[in-house]
């Protein structure tokens, strides 16, 4: 994991819109990226979380373990290494529903709790936020390979090998214009994404516990 880059994409966040801004050009990261960057399926349904009181009968469904064992384990939920409300995405997962749209919503939730200081810690997915990055920000060289997948992200060459320190990713972005972004990643191969919904300016999404959005444009 490159915490530099992550730290220093943070000063950059604007969380009332959603996006990455560089002076005076945003980029974000949309459904149709992630799935991309996942080699996920985007023909399937998304799976809709189940707000609860308790997830103890859910875990209880799922695992069937003694209740002193699930008492415990939303311990140390609520200490804040798990989450249990994942628990109820578990049977809409062996469906075959994608989790990929909740994975955003949370990767971005979590960014905006980092901006306001409710924590230090980048939740949910930051190594997709990461890999994500990298390509936009054109810090990864272009694929040259026929085919690409996934597991061919391993396979190519930084760009910038002075950037070794929070601060030099933070000077990187301070100096970047349109022309040192990558808008079009046509390895990913994953067409014009989604903008906004019908009779909105955004893209919704459902989260764990909140809903979110992002506007592509």
Known sequence: ???????????????EDHVFRFNLDEICPTIEDFLAILGADSS?????PTLQNSYTSSMGKLFNPPTTIILRIEDIVWS??????????IPQLLDGKSL???????????LDA???GETDIFRRSPLLLQVWLMDRLALIVPPTM??????HYLMRNLVRQDLVSMEDYLVDMCRRSCNHIRWSCPW??????ILRACGRDH???FGLGHTSFYRGD
Do not use: C
């Not at 399937?44 to 809709?48: A, D, G, N, R």
């Not at 990929?100 to 979590?110: L, Y």
């Open 44 to 48: 399937l349904p998304t799976v809709i």
């Open 203 to 205: 893209v919704s999404l």
């Open 114 to 116: 980092m901006y306001r």
């Open 146 to 151: 026929t085919v690409y997948e996934p597991k």
């Open 1 to 15: 994991m490159d915490w530099d880059l992550l730290h220093a994409s943070l000063k950059f966040w604007d969380r």
């Open 100 to 110: 990929v749209p909740i994975v955003i919503v949370e990767t971005m939730n979590g």
């Open 188 to 193: 990913w191969k994953n067409g014009m994404p």
């Open 80 to 89: 804040g290494f798990a989450d249990m409300r994942i628990s109820t995405l």
